[in-house]
């Protein structure tokens, strides 16, 4: 038997009104269509029509969204089906990286886990496609431990050259045969850190970039390390990297299994560690699809049309 009663009203300021509305009415039609209720503004805050079940999830969410307009971060879609599914499962807000372009927070669950994840556990491996944000909310999460003095370096190693770590035919120091491979990087943390916060840490040698050639023989201590485009790596040189953390150190290690660059894709060290190291006491492992990916909305599509290409070719 339906419970609808009358329609509940929840006060909001105008800001967090609009934001809750969208563009063209946008964020209210996928509250609308997620918990069944009619949302309406008419003046103060948000009107909600419908079964009493339908209006609390819809509340917590619209709650959610006016939370994130509090604190001055902007509203997507991808935001308003975070705040959807938290409204479903009952789970928390995630966490939230000061940048110098404010905020970063997540745009979508798997994002939400994955920074939960980072959160609480010593080695994350996050897994899925470009655009997901994997190497960009490490580095903030990273970042955001730096400034907070929990460790004393931020630590990002790669595979070059197609994981071959053939470096020494290039011209320069390290610094400059290394560079180019590890542009990504740079771009992330000159967007979280800006360009001379980045110049000044670099030069006191509290983060550091370097080809996953470079990590061996070493231990790294109260740091934080991000292993990125770790589908590229071999089995040894994945065990070795792993190894390498030291006293107070924590790692995310990130990649695309489906998109291995080596001659022989059955060496790729990611897979192989995320299948024996799924369910170690510490360990996590975050997993991304297209729906994740926050870049331009028709990446996601055709990330989504080769994964299906692929299913077809590969039963």
């Known amino acids: 038997m339906s419970n609808r009663g009358a329609p509940e009203f929840v006060p909001l300021d105008d800001q967090a009104v609009r934001a809750v509305s969208g563009p063209g009415g946008r964020h209210a039609a996928l509250i609308e269509d997620a918990f069944h209720v009619l949302v309406e503004t008419p003046g103060g805050g948000v009107s ?14 619209i709650q959610t969204l006016a939370a994130r307009v509090a604190s001055r971060l902007d509203i997507t879609p991808a935001d308003v089906r975070v705040a959807i599914d938290q409204a479903r499962t009952g789970a928390a807000s995630s966490a939230s990286h000061a940048t110098r372009r404010g905020p970063v927070a997540a745009k979508t669950a798997a994002q939400a886990a994955y920074l939960e994840s980072l959160a609480s556990h ?12 994997k190497t960009f909310l ?6 955001a431990l730096l400034r907070a003095s929990e460790v004393e370096r931020l630590v990002v190693t790669r595979p070059a050259v197609e994981a071959g770590e053939r470096l020494g035919f290039l011209p320069g120091d390290l610094n400059e045969k290394v ?11 000159t967007n979280i850190l800006g360009a001379e916060a980045l110049r000044r840490r670099r030069e006191r040698g509290e983060i550091e970039v370097a080809p996953i050639a470079f990590m061996r023989g070493r231990t790294l201590a109260h740091a934080f390390v991000i292993v990125d485009e770790a589908q590229n790596t071999s089995r040894l ?16 290690v990130t990649g695309d299994p489906s998109q291995v660059d080596l ?10 560690a995320v299948s024996i190291l799924e369910g170690v006491e510490g360990v996590a492992v975050a997993r991304f699809t297209a729906v994740d990916i926050v870049r331009h909305p028709l990446v996601g599509r055709i990330v989504a049309a080769y994964d299906t290409d692929a299913s077809r070719r590969n039963p």
Do not use: C, I
């Open 237 to 252: 040189q994945m065990k070795m990297v792993l190894t390498r953390l030291g006293e107070g150190s924590r790692m995310a």
């Open 48 to 61: 909600l029509g419908g079964d009493a079940a339908a209006r609390r999830g819809a509340k917590q969410a």
């Open 179 to 189: 560079d180019p491979y590890m542009a990504p990087v740079w771009e992330a943390m």
């Open 122 to 133: 010593d080695l994350v491996f996050g897994l899925g496609p470009a655009g997901t944000g």
């Open 263 to 272: 001659v022989n894709p059955n060496d790729s060290g990611l897979a192989h």
């Open 138 to 143: 490490a580095v903030a999460h990273g970042a």
